[in-house]
């Protein structure tokens, strides 16, 4: 693992005074118990899920039950509220994960079983689901967030290049539009996460503008939204988002286009648009027939640097973690931090492996091994930042100012709605 991967990791361990769980009244359960599962992938991602379900099954005996939903860090709330959480949920934001932690809801992985699923990992990944030195999950999935996806033959028959800087972005994008093309297709809806995509393009720009040491004191809470550094990324991202004749269906379809739906016209001949940036779990949700490389219909680069030589990663992922204490849903948290765990998943597509020692030639094509390699060989990585925010901001009035902003309200106001998240803001001097 790159030296970079082992910094990211780092970054997320997060401290938090966690108390013993209370479901006691789960242990005495029946053993061929369905273990209920909870997370947040959903049509072709939750096809690749439920295969890896199916291998756990057919290797302990042990059945479950899968349901995904787009408005996780909402739903697992209301399910915990209502005295029904599921036996186990994928959390795809870690400050839901120290949430539900400090509420006393998650099961700790104790003694060897706890060992146990550490030896899935690296030492600093292992961290990564680790409140207050307490082991609480198993990381099952990475996604990259810094890809941009292009159709190569468009970029051939018109000799574009791919952009090594942000400079050379804009002009490839101008270039596009003298030519006849709409750069960029942009699509945010994802039912009540709406604005999720939004927030990975402001992450990456602050990342980009600014560099790690800023990008971390700004998900740390510490330079706050109406800071100028991160105004200004937001008005980098408004010239993409907000300028005529740079989105396809213009900025008013931002809202209303489904996040994994926005590349669609890029494969419309002619094409809708030339160019998206959307996470590696995008592979999952092309259209049928769709085929990825230099020789096939799309093809990806990172984003590229604004400051530096090298561009940085944004990473997402997913750790699994128990509120049952049933051997059953023990178990399935332990089997996904075996390395062999997401191959079925791998075999399929869209799936990228955090463990240490997973063999990347199980990949089902050679873009996720691409992947793997971007990540291995970057310098900087970092995990999202919203995922990492404090929940009543990175879910919640993060989300909402990216809506707020691509349906016009102020940027100054934005910002200020935002920060507001975080509680009163101090008054003004």
Known sequence: MSKALRCFASLIVISAVATACS?????????????????????????????????????TGIATSYVGTAAFAQRIRERVRDGDPPDVALFPQPAILVEMARAGVLT??????????????????????????????????????????????VFADHGYQIPATWDELLLLTTQMRLDGFTPWCLGMEAFDATGWVGTDWIENIVLRLHGPEVYDQWTAGEIPFTDPRIHQAFTLFGEIALSPGQVAGGTRSILTVPAFRAIDPMFDNPPGCLLTRQASSQVAELPSGISI??????????LP????????????????????????????????????????????????????????????????????????QANVVRFDGSDLMAVTVGTGTFWQG?????????????????????GPLPPER
């Open 108 to 153: 700790p992985l104790e003694g060897q079983l706890g060992a146990t699923v550490r030896d899935g990992y690296s030492p600093d990944v292992a961290e990564l689901a680790t409140v207050d030195g307490t082991l609480y999950g198993a990381w099952f999935r990475l996604s990259l967030k810094s890809l941009v996806w292009y159709p190569p033959q």
């Open 293 to 302: 490389g230099q020789a096939g219909d799309v093809d990806v680069f990172v």
């Open 23 to 59: 479901a006691d009244s789960e242990s005495n359960e029946q053993s061929d118990r369905v273990v209920r599962v909870f997370g947040v992938y959903r049509g072709a991602e939750a096809e690749g899920f439920r295969r890896v379900l199916a291998r756990f099954t057919e290797e």
């Open 305 to 376: 640097p604004i400051h530096d030589e090298e561009a940085p990663l944004l990473a997402a992922g997913e750790v699994a973690a128990a509120f049952s204490t049933s051997d059953e849903a023990l178990a399935l948290v332990s089997y996904l931090a075996d390395p062999r765990s997401g191959e079925p998943w791998a075999r399929l597509g869209g799936y990228n492996s955090p463990h240490k020692d997973f063999d990347i030639t199980t990949h089902g094509n050679q873009f996720e091994v691409q992947l793997a390699e971007l990540v291995e």
């Open 402 to 422: 990216m809506i707020d902003y691509v349906a016009g309200l102020d940027l100054d106001s934005v910002l200020i709605n935002i920060q507001r998240g975080y």
